[in-house]
């Protein structure tokens, strides 16, 4: 019920960072939990990072700790991704979930809404 939308991929090296957005429309986030999954080529859809809104609480996946941070913007209604220190095998496309659950915040199969993806390509 809440439409997701994402922004802010692009082409970067490595090392170099990116901030990706996820804006709501439709729905407040206010009692959702906010994920970012990707997937690359050949492989499964990997966890990244997740927020809940409505306590400002963020975890984790493996690969986003000490690189990405992920946090919300209230009055833009918004989801941000800020990834720092890339790697090529970052490479893949982000997508921005939002689903109302209280555990598995890493599981796909959760989540409810799905934005369209954007791209996020780390090479020289």
């Known amino acids: 019920q809440v439409r997701l939308v994402e922004s802010g991929g692009g082409l970067v090296q490595p090392g170099g960072s990116l901030r990706l957005s996820c804006t709501a429309s439709?729905?407040?986030?206010?009692?959702?939990?906010v994920g970012w999954f990707r997937q690359a080529p050949g492989k499964e859809r990997e966890f990244v990072a997740a927020?809940?809104?409505?306590?400002?609480?963020?975890w984790y996946g493996e690969a986003a700790k000490g690189r990405f941070t992920i946090a919300r913007d209230v009055a833009k209604n918004t989801v941000n991704l800020q990834m720092n220190r890339l790697k090529p095998d970052d490479t893949a496309v982000y997508y921005c979930?939002?689903?109302?659950?209280?555990?598995?915040?890493?599981?796909?199969?959760?989540?409810?809404?799905w934005g369209q993806g954007t791209q996020v390509t780390v090479s020289s």
């Open positions: 927020i809940r809104w409505s306590s400002d609480s963020p």
């Open positions: 979930a939002a689903g109302i659950l209280d555990y598995g915040l890493g599981d796909s199969s959760r989540y409810g809404s």
């Open positions: 439709g729905s407040s986030f206010s009692t959702y939990v």
